[in-house]
T-cell receptor
Framework: NAGVTQTPKFQVLKTGQSMTLQCAQD?????MSWYRQDPGMGLRLIHY???????DQGEVPNGYNVSRSTTEDFPLRLLSAAPSQTSVYFC????????????FGPGTRLTVT | AQKVTQAQTEISVVEKEDVTLDCVYE???????LFWYKQPPSGELVFLIR??????QNEISGRYSWNFQKSTSSFNFTITASQVVDSAVYFC?????????????FGQGTELSVKP
């Protein structure tokens, strides 16, 4: 199993550009989520999905879109990048039961200039 | 609402010292899980432990131990005889079982620096 994979590892965008951060998992996990990590703020939930076709907003959803057309993939779209979206982005997945540990991808470091 | 507080932003110790990382949480849920994750300088997040709200037994795993006290809403993490390889950012996190989609709420993290 590859676990949770994310691409790209690094990305630099100009303000106003759009892009998609890719996330895939091969563990047949129901639950997938996106977090952003900023200094001194821990990890904050952007969007999450409890299964294919079902998504919901987390703590900081503004400026981001998601979709979940398959169990395996959960892309995060930035429609019009802003400097405030400079961050490290982590994708995570877990089985449906709440007590299960969450598996994190290696992260994407995004800089918006 | 759920909240996790790690009041210690940075801790610096000398190798072989014991160190305790504090975690205090707030939740109205009666059923929840608590987690600790480690983030070494390489950046990945490594799962360390999971504890459910019905199990207040302390746990020891090698040099790591965890003290869960429901009465004070705390889930502290102690590293005994610290080593340089323990240098990392450590996150405490909370997940309610039944509410809010089972979202994981993180504390701000504690950066531990172990000097030789």
């Amino acid at each position: 199993n590859a676990g949770v994979t994310q691409t790209p590892k690094f990305q630099v965008l100009k303000t106003g550009q759009s892009m998609t951060l890719q996330c895939a998992q091969d563990m047949n996990h129901e639950y997938m989520s996106w977090y952003r990590q900023d200094p001194g703020m821990g990890l904050r939930l952007i969007h999450y999905s409890v299964g294919a076709g079902i998504t919901d907003q987390g703590e900081v959803p503004n400026g981001y879109n998601v979709s979940r057309s398959t169990t395996e993939d959960f892309p995060l779209r930035l429609l019009s990048a802003a400097p405030s979206q400079t961050s490290v982005y982590f994708c995570a997945s877990r089985p449906g039961l709440a007590g299960q540990e969450q598996y994190f991808g290696p992260g994407t470091r995004l800089t918006v200039t | 609402a759920q909240k996790v507080t790690q009041a210690q932003t940075e801790i610096s110790v000398v190798e072989k010292e014991d160190v305790t990382l504090d975690c205090v949480y707030e939740t109205r849920d009666t059923t929840y899980y608590l987690f600790w994750y480690k983030q070494p300088p390489s950046g990945e997040l490594v799962f360390l432990i999971r504890r459910n709200s019905f199990d207040e037994q302390n746990e020891i795993s090698g040099r790591y131990s965890w003290n869960f006290q429901k009465s004070t809403s705390s889930f502290n993490f102690t590293i005994t005889a610290s080593q340089v390889v323990d240098s990392a950012v450590y996150f405490c996190a909370l997940r309610p079982v039944y509410n809010q989609g089972g979202k994981l709420v993180f504390g701000q993290g504690t950066e531990l620096s172990v000097k030789p």
